[in-house]
């Protein structure tokens, strides 16, 4: 199965800046361009079925259905602290929302060490790899419900 | 009496409120150190003055699994500029969960002019003291690093095995959902990097972030202290402790609390935790 082609490029262009400096202030201003979950998809307190498991920075992921049979992915991400949560909810909102639900659905979780390096606390690199996989999830799911 | 020292502490001076932090910006005896979880963190912006002691880089082994030897934190106290003199005070994000982490691998070289910042990085930006992006340029120093000493306050495999045998106190500082195996369970969760849930055999369940306050992420004072680990846990002053979670990173904030806010004079961190013990073969496991 085919990786999304934003997701593709994205990773690609992560990879000429192998500075690790320059990755993390990358990373830092793809995380400021984090926008929380908008009222008409959920309000807090959030489902707790929508709560990343394994995520200490208590992130939440929702899919919304475009008229074009793909998804929207919004994201909230409650520790005021949590950086690299919201620099990978942007990503992932960036690269795969409106993608083929099917290629959503076989992302593989290891991109976050494409992203991030390898350089990740176990705690963390659990956390953000859960967060792949719960939009993999969520997208699985809407193509099993279509197909139904 | 200062508000940290009212709180009762055995030895309180190891704790430093945000105003002693603030007041020390430009001491040249005083080496600020933050220490997170979140890789990103300290580039969004830190104290003024401080470096970063990165857990991943700075303070474990990149091959085998353990902490750096000798030379390792000989170059790494060179590189940020500390001399055996230099107090050396952390503070980082999740509660100081990973500040109480680098300490303790401090301890291990025996550098003992160490304190944490209470309330670690959230409560000096939420009371809008000043951050910034500028990293310092600190002079090397010419650090004279003691031998790792693990016989201390770190416990391996072999000596957790005997301390169950010889059903010594244990602290398993995990949420109850790892204490009794049913997360490594749940169908959504990742896999946790063992192969068994449960705990270690007549180990006591304390979730590390009890010892702090939500609010403001202080450390609670020594009196609600003594009733969570004494009271319920059931551990006495004079114990012989063994605390552990994953990797030993939430256990090195317990090994924190026990140790100087309670004044516990043997406490060790078993760094190896349930990522070695829930994959050991033939190994006993309570759930």
């Known amino acids: 199965m085919a990786v999304p082609e934003k997701l593709t490029q994205t990773l690609e262009m992560l990879e000429l800046v192998p500075d690790r400096s320059e990755r993390i202030q990358l990373l830092i201003d793809i995380a400021g361009r984090f926008e929380d979950v908008p009222p008409r998809i959920s309000r807090r307190p959030f489902p707790k079925e929508h709560q990343v498991p394994a995520c200490e920075s208590e992130a939440y992921v929702f899919g919304e259905e475009r008229p074009d049979g793909t998804l929207d992915f919004h994201f909230a991400v409650e520790n005021p602290q949590g950086v690299s949560a919201k620099a990978m909810a942007v990503l992932l909102d960036e690269t795969l929302s409106g993608a083929p639900p099917a290629q959503v659905a076989e992302v593989p979780q290891d991109i976050v060490y494409k992203v991030f390096g390898r350089e990740l606390s176990m705690g963390k690199s659990m956390g953000l790899m859960a967060m792949v996989g719960m939009v993999a999830t969520l997208a699985k799911k809407y193509e099993e419900r279509k197909g139904a | 009496m200062s508000e940290i020292e ?51 880089r700075d303070l474990n082994d990149p091959v085998r699994r353990d902490y750096l030897g000798r030379e390792g934190f000989e170059a790494l106290m060179r590189r940020i500029g500390a001399t055996r003199d230099t107090t050396v005070v952390f503070y980082g994000d999740r509660n100081n969960w990973w500040a109480t982490y680098a300490f303790w691998v401090f301890q291990l070289f025996g550098h003992d002019k160490a304190k944490v910042m209470d309330g670690g990085r959230i409560k000096w930006v939420n009371e809008q003291r000043p951050l910034t992006r500028d990293v310092p340029k600190h002079p090397a120093s010419d650090y004279q690093a003691a031998e790792r000493d693990d016989k201390r306050i770190r416990a391996f495999r072999d000596e957790v095995l005997r301390h169950v045998e010889a059903k010594g106190p244990m602290i398993d500082v995990r949420s109850p959902a790892e204490y009794t195996g049913e997360r490594l369970h749940m169908p959504e969760y990742p896999n946790e990097g063992a192969l068994r849930g449960g705990h270690i055999p007549g180990a006591a369940n304390v979730p590390w972030a009890k010892a702090v306050n939500p609010d403001d992420g202080t450390f609670k004072p020594a009196q609600e202290l003594r009733a969570l680990y004494e009271s319920e846990a059931g551990l006495k002053a004079d114990d012989d402790v063994i605390v552990y979670c994953r990797i030993g990173e939430r256990s090195s904030h317990t090994w924190f609390v026990l140790t100087h806010l309670l004044g516990y004079e043997r406490v060790r961190n078993y760094d190896g935790s349930w990522t070695e013990w829930g994959n050991l073969v033939g190994v006993p496991i309570e759930r």
């Open chain 2, 6 to 56: 009212s709180r009762g502490y055995i030895h309180s001076d190891v704790l430093v409120s945000t105003d002693w932090v603030a007041s020390h910006l430009d001491d040249p005896g005083v080496r600020i150190i933050e220490s997170n979880e979140d890789p990103l963190l300290y580039s969004t912006g830190h104290i003024p003055g401080a470096v970063e002691v990165d857990w991943t």
